[in-house]
C-alpha cells in the first residue's frame, strides 16, 4: 500500500522537556517546517513532525524513565542529526546564530567537498548541516584527509 504520509523510509525522533517551544525555534533558526501535529483532548502534544525539504523529524515530548531530552542528562546526547543544503549554507548558519543556536564549529570547507557548520539546539540536540561546493574524488579525499576510504560515491 503507498503510505499516504509520504514518509521517507527511514526517519529520526528528538525528544524535548518542551517540544512547542521547540518547535517553533526550528522553525525560526533552522528553517524546519511543520507538516502534522497530534494533540490529546487536554490539548497537550502527543506527536509531531517537521519536514526539511523531503527529509521528516519526528518531535516528542521525552517518555519519562525511556527517552528524555540532552537537557534533562545534562548535556549528554547519543546522536547528531545530519541534514544536507542544495545551497545557502553560510545564510543558514547566520540565520542559526541570530537565532541563538549555540555554535559547536562555524563553517568551513572539508577535505572530502563539503562545507559544513555544526549547532546545538536549546535543549542540547546536536545538528550538523551540510553543503557540496566541490568535486572531490576518493583518492584525493584520501589525500587531503590523511584517511583510507572504503567505498565512495562514485563508486
Known amino acids: 500500500m503507498d503510505d499516504p504520509f509520504?514518509?521517507?523510509a527511514i526517519r529520526t525522533g528528538l525528544f524535548y522537556q518542551s517540544p512547542e517551544q521547540s518547535m517553533a525555534w526550528l522553525e525560526a533558526a533552522f528553517g524546519l517546517t511543520r507538516s502534522m501535529d497530534v494533540r490529546c483532548k487536554s490539548g497537550n502534544l502527543v506527536h509531531a513532525e517537521m519536514r526539511f525539504g523531503a527529509c521528516t523529524i519526528v518531535i516528542d515530548a521525552e517518555w519519562p524513565d525511556v527517552v528524555l531530552s540532552p537537557i534533562s542528562l545534562g548535556g549528554a546526547t547519543t546522536q547528531i542529526v545530519y541534514v544536507h543544503i542544495e545551497e545557502g549554507l553560510d545564510a543558514h548558519f547566520?540565520?542559526?546564530r541570530e537565532h541563538g543556536a549555540f555554535i559547536l564549529s562555524e563553517p568551513e570547507d572539508q577535505y572530502y567537498g563539503d562545507r559544513l557548520y555544526r549547532a546545538k539546539d536549546p535543549e542540547g540536540?546536536?545538528?550538523t548541516f551540510s553543503q557540496a561546493v566541490r568535486q572531490v574524488d576518493r583518492a584525493e579525499a584520501e589525500r587531503l584527509g590523511g584517511v583510507e576510504i572504503l567505498g565512495w560515491h562514485d563508486d
Open 6 to 8: 509520504d514518509r521517507p
Open 94 to 96: 547566520a540565520k542559526a
Open 125 to 127: 540536540h546536536i545538528w
